[in-house]
């Protein structure tokens, strides 16, 4: 049984080197260009000093690249995907088929991890990616312990699973606010996620708040929860789960470095000094996340543990 990768999402150059500090494994940063809900804008230039700051470290770098791609921004992504290359940073997340075109086509030779959001569901998907080059699958944040442990186990390539964050569920394309309030004649700039989140879309019926923002990929709106399962890691040990994701997107500076410390803790807890000794200790883990937790945001399992419907 190998232990996880403990994989996290920075908001600066900053903010990676409290978290590894904290003691993450791995980062996921990248430009809003090219990437989908990243906890923090990187530009090139910031790609290439934080991954330096990373492998000096010992630690990986994963670039995202998994926007959808319409025509006029393939030029771009081949410029930025020979940039990384250049850099050399550990692996590219991908949803499109274009990015395993372009990177083929410029000598392109960075791992690819398949990294479609909702659509990784089962094991035959996860084969069909590796096969085109594949090394990882993010797996969808709607799956139940049982099925993630399944395609974990009808596959050879590397599983990762979001154990904490927000989930997204829904994006369009259309910059949905700034058209309402254009619509509204006023004026509303919409530029990073940290200068707007505070806004929420209100459900009185269910009585809760969905956060919600735009970048330049249109708008996305999250769950009214935390997924946290820092209480129900054992099944994602035993099944040899290769990462494990906190997602720090809308999340605080230091809320997010003081989760991966705790998770980073129950990790080498289990793998250090047994189940038993994890057991003893992850109510503890979790009551202090609960403490730090903003109330407007209930903690729960997601879907790993029980059907949430939001």
């Known amino acids: ?17 409290a978290l590894l500090e904290a003691g993450a494994d791995a980062f996921v940063i990248g430009e809003q260009k090219f990437g989908l809900r990243l906890a923090g804008d990187f ?12 492998h000096a470290a010992g630690k990986k770098v994963y670039v995202a690249v998994n926007a959808l791609f319409h025509n006029d921004r393939l030029d771009a992504l081949d410029e930025y995907l020979v940039e990384m290359q250049r850099i050399g940073v550990d692996a590219l997340l991908f949803g499109d088929p274009a990015v395993i075109i372009a990177v083929r086509e410029n000598n392109v030779t960075i791992p690819l991890h398949w990294n479609p959001e909702t659509t990784a569901t089962n ?16 797996l969808a944040r709607e799956l139940s312990v049982d099925e993630v442990i399944e ?12 154990v904490h964050g927000m989930t997204c569920m829904f994006q369009s394309k ?16 919409i530029e990073n996620r940290k200068e707007n989140n505070n806004m929420f879309l209100h459900d009185k019926e269910r009585k809760n708040k969905y956060p919600i ?3 330049m990929n249109g708008t996305h709106i999250f769950s009214p929860n935390d ?18 994701k906190i997602d720090g997107v809308l999340q605080t500076f230091d809320y997010t470095v003081t989760v991966t410390k705790l998770y980073r803790q129950a990790i080498d807890t289990y793998f250090e000094q047994g189940e038993d000794a994890y057991d003893d200790i992850k109510s503890e883990l979790f009551e202090q996340i609960e403490a730090i937790q903003p109330a407007l945001r209930p903690l729960d399992t997601g879907f790993i543990y029980k059907e949430t419907v939001y």
């Open 123 to 138: 094991f035959f998907q996860v084969n069909y990616w590796g096969e085109r080059g594949s090394k990882r699958a993010v």
């Open 151 to 162: 395609i974990k186990e009808n596959t050879k390539h590397e599983i990762e699973v979001q």
């Open 43 to 54: 530009t090139v230039a910031q790609v290439e000093e934080a991954t330096k700051l990373i």
């Open 227 to 244: 997924m946290c399962i820092i209480e129900e890691l054992n099944e994602l040990f035993e099944a040899g789960i290769d990462s494990f």
């Open 174 to 189: 259309r910059a949905l606010l700034g058209n309402y309030f254009l619509y509204r004649d006023e004026a509303m700039e």
């Open 1 to 17: 049984m190998k232990k996880p990768e403990l994989l996290v999402t920075p908001q600066s150059i900053e903010h990676i080197t």
């Open 213 to 215: 923002y735009e970048d």
